[in-house]
């Protein structure tokens, strides 16, 4: 939650209510879950280690004063790293999805970089489980967790040509979706 | 391997009409291979400029969506087409500029052909339809039997070679067609969706089968839309809109199993 928040801070200083709105769109019905409180827990988290600063209250025409916070150095640079970095092979969807919103919301990296990146770190799994599907017995144990493992980055891997469709077309910025 | 290079050796030298790429080059090669469908303004770029090597003894994966030029550009590759623009080399030959004739010759005896739905002959028995492209390359018929029984025994069909296809299931009539498709020690085997009409079970045959044949050394290009198929590759080459727009070198066997648990690192 936190690296999400600070994400869509890149883009310009906001206060807790504007980004919790912005989380919602980007995930759907998947956000109604998502605690209220929780990008506030956030915030109050990121500014204690630093890496956003309360900027100002601004007055909202009815209702409380908000906080507005914005990034430090030190969230910038939080922010770089966590879209650098790999998730992992069996990774959280969401939170790839959100990288990818973050990614195009504050132009600190390209959405199909990170889509190509993902694809061949999942290709690499895919070939070292589907390698050891082959050699195992698939009615055993241990080949059905492998066949289980094998499915699911099949899976993650079909997902990553939709993004690859979706945000092509988007083409937010570069060189255009003239691929897609 | 061996014996495949030297046959393929004296071919070639005999040829002598192209310039030999020497063993070490690729098997395969395309250069700037383009492919256009229609005419005026419903013209499409199936294949679009695409370059690729293809080094002796590689599993290639092509994928890609539905109409991205995968099968287009193996059937370049093969020449069962011909390009637009670009060359094909096969075995450091030119193949793009030959005669029907000569194509046709070169491609019964070079390239080795396996189809999503088999392409085998109804009427004919499973060693039947394995001996038939060395009996039209000119084997004798007793070559023929001999080298058809030892791929059916390589691919696990000893015992079903009189029966006829449609007494046998999808994965050993697909086992019929790669045993087929070998019968003439082509330099590649051109597989397209070869396991698109396969279970799981028979899939998990199939690419067994081309594992055991990549540890002989036989040159391999695979078109699939499955990524579990392209798993087993060397190498991956996406292709979108007929040009490749990754190409991943895959290196499996190093049990690197527990990372993809977090349970290493």
Redesign the interface.
């Known amino acids: 939650m936190q690296d999400v928040v600070l994400a869509l801070l890149v883009k310009r200083p906001s206060h807790g209510y504007d980004l919790r709105g912005r989380l919602l769109a980007a995930l759907g019905p998947l956000g109604e879950t998502l605690n209220a409180g929780q990008v506030y827990v956030a915030l109050t988290r990121l500014e204690k280690t630093g890496l956003v600063v309360r900027e100002r209250e601004d007055a909202s025409a009815r209702g409380p004063r908000r906080k507005v916070y914005a990034l430090t150095e030190a969230g910038r640079e939080r922010v770089a790293g966590w879209l650098a970095e790999p998730a992992g092979p069996l990774a959280e969807v969401a939170e790839f999805h959100l990288k990818l919103v973050a990614a195009a919301e504050s132009g600190m990296a390209e959405p199909l970089a990170l889509v190509e990146a993902r694809r061949r770190e999942l290709r690499r799994s895919l070939a070292e489980a589907q390698h050891a599907v082959l050699i195992h017995d698939t009615d055993s144990e241990a080949g059905l967790l492998l066949e289980g493992v094998a499915l699911r980055l099949q899976a993650d891997l079909r997902w990553l040509e939709a993004c690859e469709r979706t945000w092509s077309a988007r083409a937010p910025y570069g060189e255009g979706g003239e691929n897609g | 391997m061996t014996t495949r290079g030297s046959r393929w050796g004296r071919g070639l030298s005999r040829r002598g009409d192209t310039r030999d790429q020497t063993a070490a080059g690729p098997v395969l090669r395309a250069v700037g291979l383009s492919r256009v469908y229609g005419e005026g303004e419903s013209t499409v770029l199936a294949v679009d400029g695409v370059d690729l090597d293809i080094p002796s003894g590689q599993t290639l994966a092509v994928t890609g ?1 539905s109409g991205c030029g995968k099968s287009t550009l193996l059937h370049l590759l093969g020449g069962l087409d011909r390009p637009d623009e670009g060359e094909v080399w096969l075995g450091g030959q030119r193949i793009d500029l030959l005669g029907e004739r000569a194509l046709a010759r070169l491609r019964r005896r070079a390239v080795g052909f396996v189809h999503q739905d088999f392409h085998l002959m109804d009427e004919l028995t499973a060693a039947e339809n394995v001996e038939l492209p060395a009996l039209l390359a000119g084997d004798s018929p007793r070559t023929a039997r001999h080298h058809a029984a030892a791929l059916l025994d390589r691919v696990g069909l000893a015992d079903r070679d009189r029966h006829l296809p449609s007494e046998l299931s999808g994965g050993q009539r697909q086992r019929v067609a790669i045993a087929r498709a070998l019968v003439n020690e082509p330099l590649v085997v051109l597989a397209d969706e070869p396991t698109g009409n396969l279970d ?2 028979a899939t ?1 045959d199939v ?2 089968l081309f ?1 055991d044949l990549r540890a002989t050394g036989q040159t391999l290009v695979l078109v699939t839309h ?3 198929v ?3 590759a060397d190498r ?1 080459v ?1 292709l ?2 007929g ?1 490749p ?2 190409d ?1 070198p ?8 527990g ?4 349970w290493e690192g």
Do not use: I, K
């Open positions: 969506p799981t079970a998990h690419l067994r594992a499955d990524e579990r392209a798993a087993t991956v996406s979108r809109d040009a727009t990754e991943t895959l290196a499996a066997g190093g049990s690197q199993l990372a993809l648990l977090g």
